[in-house]
């Protein structure tokens, strides 16, 4: 646990200095968001029922931004075989870039879901079942980009393969979220929206599981 929250501490200070990929996709996220709007014209009834969508469909874009800046860091220090001469099993080396990418991810999130609130008329009324549902899709993301990064950080195509990996596997978790999302928009019963939260939890599990159990095996490959 020590290593996994010193990687991801290390990462996250190196992120919040350098602010490159951060920046880039903030400014990716507000360019979408205009083009969308514009698209989907000026009605609010429009724009409300598209909401849930936009929200998703925008994280995942910018999520395959993000996602290699969980693995930039090692490439540009050349220390990703420091960390792989280090003692122990790789798993921990997964679990704190995963934690790193996820907490970036979700803080991009909170932002796009006020952006969207208020260009989208998304409500806000049920604020803690939306935040529910950003932890849950926003891991389920996280595991799946973590996994594919590091697969193919040492290729030198690796920021076109990547988007074609991620979204190849992520496709139910982001169906999920957009489900409960518009769930909640429309008011439907908790219960309902329960039903979509569980869908995720098991998306999430199995690929957090699977992820952690290959990764040895693809970064020593």
Same mark, same amino acid.
């Given at each position: ?104 991810? *979700? ?93 995720? *939890? ?20």
């Amino acid at each position: 646990m020590r290593r996994i929250l010193a990687l991801a501490l290390r990462d996250l200070r190196l992120e919040l200095r350098g602010r490159t990929g951060l920046f880039s996709a903030l400014f990716f996220l507000g360019v979408v968001l205009l083009i969308l709007g514009f698209a989907l014209g000026p009605e609010e009834a429009d724009l409300r029922r598209a909401a849930p969508g936009v929200l998703w469909v925008a994280l995942a874009f910018a999520g395959s931004l993000l996602a290699g800046r969980a693995w930039a860091v090692e490439v540009e220090n050349d220390t990703l075989d420091d960390l792989l001469l280090l003692p122990g099993s790789r798993e921990w080396i997964y679990w704190g870039k995963f934690l790193f990418l996820f907490g970036l991810l *979700f803080f991009v999130s909170l932002l796009l879901l006020l952006l969207v609130a208020g260009m989208f008329y998304l409500p806000l009324s049920r604020a803690p079942a939306l935040l529910l549902t950003l932890v849950l899709g926003a891991t389920g993301y996280a595991a799946v980009a973590t996994f594919y990064a590091g697969l193919v950080v040492r290729l030198p195509t690796a920021q076109l393969v990547l988007p074609i990996l991620v979204f190849s596997v992520v496709v139910p978790v982001i169906l999920a979220a957009v489900r409960a999302t518009i769930g909640l928009a429309e008011g439907a019963p908790i219960a309902e929206i329960a039903a979509w939260w569980k869908l995720l *939890f098991v998306f999430d599990v199995v690929y957090l599981t699977a992820s952690s159990l290959l990764f040895p095996f693809v970064i020593e490959g």
